[in-house]
């Protein structure tokens, strides 16, 4: 879109985001004539195409749209909760070939440090900490 502003893509990711979007950003590239412009990406189920072309439409200046589909591959994984220093925080655990990984959740872990009154980084070193006593 080479005409559309960084506030309505901003507005447009929230709504894309609330709408069922599984991912969405956008990116400067240049169009022809080297005109710049954005780029928006959004991933989303297929059943849900339709509806999230309804909003870029209605909240940005394009139209039309390109779409893809892809596939992912996705680790195993299960939810679980680490007991840490300040609390108890949500992680997912993600199966390797060789072990096993644990994540934190973001949304917990911003839940906790605001709670507590830390740095969000002391949340995450704190969830690596209690991951390590477990092994």
Request: aromatic fraction near 16%.
């Given at each position: 879109m080479d005409d559309c502003s960084g506030e309505l893509l901003g507005y447009t990711l929230e709504r894309l985001l609330a709408a069922g979007a599984l991912d969405a950003h956008?990116?400067?590239?240049?169009?022809?004539k080297s005109?710049?412009?954005?780029e928006l990406t959004v991933i989303?189920?297929?059943e849900d195409r339709e509806k999230l072309e309804q909003v870029i439409f209605a909240e940005?200046?394009?139209?039309g749209i390109r779409h893809t589909r892809l596939e992912r591959t996705v680790l195993p994984r299960k939810r679980d909760v680490?007991?840490?220093?300040?609390?108890?925080v949500v992680v997912k655990r993600c199966q390797l070939q060789d072990g096993e990984r644990?994540?934190?959740e973001y949304d917990s872990a911003v839940k906790l440090a605001q709670e507590q009154g830390v740095p969000l980084q002391d949340i995450y070193l704190a969830t690596q900490l209690?991951?390590?006593n477990i092994n």
């Open positions: 956008y990116q400067p590239v240049f169009m022809k005109r710049p412009a954005w989303c189920r297929e940005t200046t394009t139209i680490l007991h840490t220093a300040y609390g108890d644990c994540y934190v209690a991951q390590k």
